[in-house]
């Protein structure tokens, strides 16, 4: 018999969004008809000219993709205001950037600490190189990291501390002094997830130059509408870039998606419209529920708000079933460590799915 390692045996599977095709088998359901609210992705689609040159381009799918990714790191860095030698890009989005994060730095038996709750998959990669994962706290009622917490967590077998602003799933900021506090505490490597830094227009960039132990991850998979083509990049120290790029697959990012990545830094207009609309489609969200009986609505920067549905007499999985019965998916956070089973998250729509999200939430609730 195949032995498993410990560590994969000890781990719980991570629970990600269901598809709309899942859900159409499942309820009988036109896909067509299907609004998906549960998975963070940008309600505009992707960029037309990313469409236009991966259409173009279909007859190179037969090449290996370029390993160092030169011109696409040229233009990353004009985007994020740095040098191209800080950064790393890899494919399946953000999640490679963590699991290559835990191939540099983590030997079993070495902590990484966690506000809870945040992204789970922080946890489920490290875990599986025998990581051991310390808990912080993320205030609920103030919608803010408990910073005491994560000092308070802090040993001399900490080697990842994760910090994600905007928090996922609750939309709060951290605040830029107190990552500073975090960075002066330790010498263990800070990642500063602003995968959704955009719908904020807060980002910390600056802090970059006088930490060498600061690591900003992101990702093509929210504003730059290209969930499906799995793009994530970090940003850090040169000299432990170099590191990562030793043990990061060479061929991870696919050719048609550098070249939709490429596409889609091209198209600012794009861009901008895209960080607007979901604010957009956020304010009109947060104003609808804020209204509604029996929930709580959490204020957000990102392009998601988190709800409290105690009050309504159901838990998440009654809700969300509600919910998926008439066609709209949103996220279930029972799965979120930090959270119970009374809480759901919604993603940013079109303002026409919104709003008929609404309506059906009205009559869910009563």
Not at 123 to 150: H, M
Not at 199 to 218: K, P, T
Request: charged share 25%; net charge neutral.
């Amino acid at each position: 018999m195949v032995v498993i390692k410990k560590t994969v045996k000890k781990m719980d599977p991570y629970v990600p969004g269901r598809s709309i095709q899942e859900i159409a088998t499942a309820y009988g359901l036109t896909p067509e008809n299907i609004i998906k609210l549960g998975s963070n992705e940008n309600p505009l689609g992707p960029s037309p000219l990313a469409i236009q040159s991966v259409h173009e381009n279909l007859h190179l799918m037969h090449q290996y993709p370029e390993s160092n990714l030169n011109d696409l790191k040229l233009q990353i860095a004009s985007y994020a205001g740095v040098r191209p030698s800080m950064l790393i890009v890899g494919g399946d989005g953000a999640d490679e950037i963590l699991d290559v994060l835990g191939k540099t730095l983590i030997e079993p038996g070495d902590e990484f600490i966690i506000h809870r709750p945040s992204y789970m998959y922080y946890e489920f990669t490290l875990k599986a190189y025998g990581g051991v994962p310390i808990s912080a706290k993320w205030d609920l009622e103030k919608n803010q990291l408990d910073l005491q917490s994560v000092l308070d967590a802090i040993s001399t077998r900490t080697r990842i501390i994760f910090l994600c602003t905007p928090n996922n799933p609750t939309g709060g900021l951290i605040d830029k002094n107190d990552i500073k506090t975090v960075l002066k505490s330790t010498d263990a490597l800070v990642v500063v997830d602003e995968a959704y830094f955009e719908f904020s227009g807060v980002n910390n960039m600056g802090l970059l130059e006088d930490h060498e132990n600061l690591f900003i991850l992101r990702t093509f998979s929210k504003v730059m509408g290209l969930a499906g083509m799995r793009i994530g990049y970090g940003i850090g120290n040169e000299n432990f870039i170099k590191y990562m790029h030793r043990v990061k697959p060479v061929f991870s990012l696919t050719k048609l998606s550098q070249i939709a990545a490429s596409a889609t830094l091209l198209d600012t207009e794009y861009i901008k419209k895209s960080i607007e609309y979901s604010i957009e489609s956020r304010k009109l969200l947060y104003q609808s529920m804020t209204k509604l009986a029996n929930i709580r609505v959490f204020e957000s920067k990102a392009n998601y708000l988190l709800v409290n549905i105690r009050e309504t007499g159901m838990d998440s999985k009654t809700m969300t079933m509600k919910l998926l019965k008439k066609g709209i998916i949103v996220r279930d956070c029972s799965s979120f460590y930090g959270l119970d089973d009374h809480w759901i998250r919604v993603s940013v729509g079109t303002i026409e799915e919104d709003k008929k999200f609404i309506d059906v939430l009205e009559n869910i609730i009563g």
